[in-house]
């Protein structure tokens, strides 16, 4: 049974907030790492990147259910069909961390976790992944894919709508309750932008990223019906059985459900 889910992504290889992540792990029944673990740009080799951070996954999972989809920093392999893979994920499938392609049930909560696309090829793969998955739902039905839909305030920079075309395609073909997304960072500080957002029924939500110590996060508490962003800007509060009302409710103390979670 899930009740509280530690949603995080985008930490571009910043070991501090991968220890952060430790800290904060066991007070969740599930983290989800939403992509974007390694950072390309980074001057340490993507080799020793995989090295560190599968260290972190294999300790995170000890404490926590953990699940991780690959963002566009985590290609490390041109894979059969010519496109780029999160190869090295498949170590973290082999320590019974979810990953990349892979369905699965909590209790009565579905999950789905996509790879990032690089080609048609690994689109249409996504395709039939949802095609396969969506008989096997019996209660909730939560997505966790890297690139946010698109033309929604959790895609939006502050410039332009950095989304996924084909994701809201799919989000409106199957209507899964959660779509949990990364990598527009600016998307909850933006202007306009948002960490949560509502398409039909579906909750979408992006933690964004910052730098420090302490990353951007994301709590949601499923018998609270309730999800919670936090940032060094202070935090803000969704009620999940409600409608969406902006601007969103400021949140000044935590509430009873996040008591015991670090801050
Ligand atoms: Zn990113």
């Known amino acids: 049974m899930i009740v509280k889910i530690l949603v995080v992504s985008d930490f571009h ?3 501090p907030q ?3 992540l430790v800290g904060a792990a066991p007070a969740y029944d599930l983290v989800i790492f939403a992509g974007d673990l390694l950072d390309t740009n980074s001057l340490v080799d993507p080799g020793t990147q995989i090295v560190v951070v599968m260290k972190y996954l294999k300790r995170i999972s000890e404490l926590t259910r953990l699940i991780v989809c690959s963002g ?3 290609l490390d392999a041109i894979g059969a069909d010519g496109e780029k893979h999160a190869q090295w994920l498949g170590a973290a499938r082999r320590l019974s961390i979810p990953v990349d392609g892979d369905t699965l049930e909590i209790g009565d909560t579905l999950i789905t976790i996509c790879p990032w696309w690089d080609g048609p090829l ?3 793969a ?3 992944q949802f095609e396969a998955a969506a008989p096997r739902r019996k209660g909730a039905w939560l997505w966790v894919y890297h690139a946010p839909p698109s033309d929604t305030p959790i895609a939006w920079s502050g ?3 950095f989304g996924d075309a084909a994701l809201s395609g799919w989000i409106a073909q199957y209507r899964p309750d959660f779509v949990i997304s990364g990598h ?4 909850p500080f933006a202007r306009n932008g948002s960490w949560a957002d509502r398409l039909g029924d579906s909750w979408l939500f ?3 990223r910052q730098i420090g110590e302490t990353p951007t996060t994301i709590a949601i508490d499923t018998s609270a019906m309730e999800a919670a962003w936090f940032s060094l800007e202070g935090a803000e509060l969704v009620k999940l059985d409600a409608p969406l009302e902006r601007p969103l409710a400021q949140l000044m103390a935590l509430p009873g459900w996040m008591q015991r979670a670090p801050a």
């Open 13 to 15: 290889y910043a070991l």
């Open 18 to 20: 991968f220890d952060w």
């Open 72 to 74: 566009n920093h985590d």
């Open 122 to 124: 690994t689109q249409q």
């Open 126 to 128: 996504i395709a039939r």
């Open 159 to 161: 410039q332009r709508h």
């Open 184 to 187: 527009v960072h600016e998307a």
């Open 206 to 208: 992006n933690p964004g």
